[in-house]
């Protein structure tokens, strides 16, 4: 049986060159565009998706490294008829400008709330142990690997927030 | 990316035999590998992927410690609730290194590994002696910032840029290598090398070692602080760092385990530093007087001179910190 990498659901063959990135195999090989390029180098966030549960940075691992694993991507996480939480709030805060970085402004905030759920601290927590109160501080230091060169960090981080606020999507 | 040949170890042997090869490295996370490919720094002629050999859990050990899996992830290790409790200066490290998103995927074992930031090693249209051996050090008279000013050489005055490995050698922890000669434990105050002539060779790894794990000793409580000092607030490498473990018994220092980072080409560990502490009551002339000791060698390559009294005086508001109240 061909090695596979399950998107949003359904099973692809793992691609034949291993120099293929996990977001060139999204884009280039299934044509699932929505997850963007940026730097390419692990620095800016645009590539970020959810990998088994987990947000990593997509062009910093190979598509080879992934087989039998289960990448959400922000395909999967809504449609414009039915936008998730976040999708929605980044809409209604206008969280983004020219929109680049909002795929993996999405994708990233979504597994972030997960690890908020789970109580796993940040750098900016004051406690390692006790229950983390969910802040503007916590949401930008959670955040700082998702760059917006357009500047709409006020907006993201309002967006998150509101959806933090209001329970999981 | 040059073209490679991509080989699922199936077994740590086997990883052994791999990796023994001059053209082969060893891939886990590979955030910081696949980076270097990306700019041709590294051009593997095999990648051997380790991630499924199953050294990645944490486990308590029989004498009360800890090892951390070389293929836990950063982010495991960091939330991992006997770590948090135990060794909070090493989730601190953690999480004051990198993103979640790089830390999610970044392994312990790599963490070690990871290649310095110098912006001559990874551009290859600069000399460097790290990179290409003889070519010459383009960061000495040139772009120093982030530079070394402790055991440097006049080869190479790159600096190791991790947080982790600064705590582990401040709690004496040990890296556990197995290799086609049996397995070994060496502690990570000794895992990195000075550069002295050979920049290239960064730690004792020997062809065909792998690490599977790191060893924390029984937990010894004390104040643990993990300072860390960076031109923004999150995801930037040190300029200074300080790990420190300090206990105070009738007013007096009775632990002070210290290491540093982003001063030296490995975390750096004087054990003067902490010595000098010991029996002291707390005061500025002895924070002083431990700043002394650790910089006395200190040299500053123009652009990064600042470290100097950067490091003294992250040094001196850590100790003030760690014994507010006693002094």
């Not at chain 1, 099973?11 to 999204?26: C, G, I, K, M, N």
């Not at chain 2, 937990?219 to 930037?236: F, N």
């Amino acid at each position: 049986m061909a090695d596979t990498i399950t998107v949003n659901g359904t099973a692809h063959p793992v691609p034949d060159d291993p120099r293929v990135s996990l977001l060139d195999f999204l884009r280039q090989h299934i044509g699932l565009t929505g997850t963007k390029k940026g730097c390419d180098h692990g620095q800016c966030g645009a590539c970020t998706v959810i990998v088994n549960g987990i947000r990593i940075n997509s062009c910093l691992t190979l598509a080879a490294m992934h087989d039998g694993d289960s990448v959400t991507t922000i395909e999967g996480l809504g449609t414009p008829d039915e936008p998730s939480a976040l999708q929605r709030a980044f809409l209604e805060h206008d969280g983004f400008q020219c929109g680049y970085c909002t795929p993996g402004q999405i994708c990233s905030a979504t597994a972030m709330l997960e690890e908020l759920a789970a109580n796993w601290p940040s750098d900016a927590s004051e406690s390692l142990e006790e229950s983390i109160a969910i802040s503007g501080e916590e949401i930008r230091e959670r955040m700082s690997g998702n760059l917006c060169r357009c500047g709409a960090y006020a907006n993201i981080v309002a967006a998150i927030e509101e959806v933090a606020a209001g329970g999981r999507s | 990316m040059r073209p490679f040949q991509y080989t699922r170890a199936p077994s740590l042997t086997e990883a052994s035999h791999l990796t023994a090869g001059e053209d082969t490295l060893a891939i886990a996370g590979g955030t910081n590998l696949l980076d270097l490919m990306k700019l041709q720094v590294e051009t593997p002629g095999q990648l051997a992927d380790i991630n499924r050999l199953g050294f990645a859990d944490i486990e308590n050990t029989d004498d009360g410690g800890l090892r951390l899996g070389a293929l836990a992830t950063n982010t495991e290790t960091a939330v991992h609730p006997r770590v948090r409790a135990d060794y909070p200066v090493l989730s601190r490290a953690i999480l004051a290194g990198a993103t979640q998103q790089l830390r999610n995927k970044a392994t312990n074992g790599g963490n070690l590994c990871q290649r310095t930031r110098c912006f001559y090693f990874t551009n290859i249209d600069q000399p460097c002696n790290k990179r290409k051996p003889g070519s010459g050090c383009g960061a000495i008279d040139g772009v120093a910032k982030l530079h070394a000013i402790l055991g440097t050489s006049d080869q190479c005055i790159a600096t190791y840029p991790g947080d982790m490995a600064v705590a582990l050698s401040a709690l004496g922890a040990e890296a556990r290598i197995s290799g086609d000669k049996g397995e070994r434990n060496v502690p990570v105050r000794d895992f990195h090398c000075l550069p002295g002539d050979t920049p290239w060779i960064e730690n004792v790894l020997e062809p065909g070692e792998v690490i599977t794990g790191i060893a924390l000793p029984a937990p010894v409580g004390g104040t643990q602080i993990y300072r860390k000092v960076r031109e923004r607030s999150s995801y930037a490498f040190a300029l200074v760092s300080v790990a420190a473990i300090i206990e105070l018994t009738d007013g007096k220092f009775s632990r002070a385990d210290l290491a540093f980072g982003g001063l030296a080409h490995k975390p750096w560990h004087d054990p003067r530093v902490g010595k000098c502490l010991l029996g002291q009551p707390p005061s500025d002339a002895l924070f002083d007087k431990a700043a002394d000791i650790l910089l006395e060698d200190a040299r500053g390559f123009g652009e990064n001179d600042f470290k100097i009294p950067l490091a003294r005086r992250t040094l001196h508001s850590v100790l003030a910190q760690a014994t507010e109240g006693a002094a």
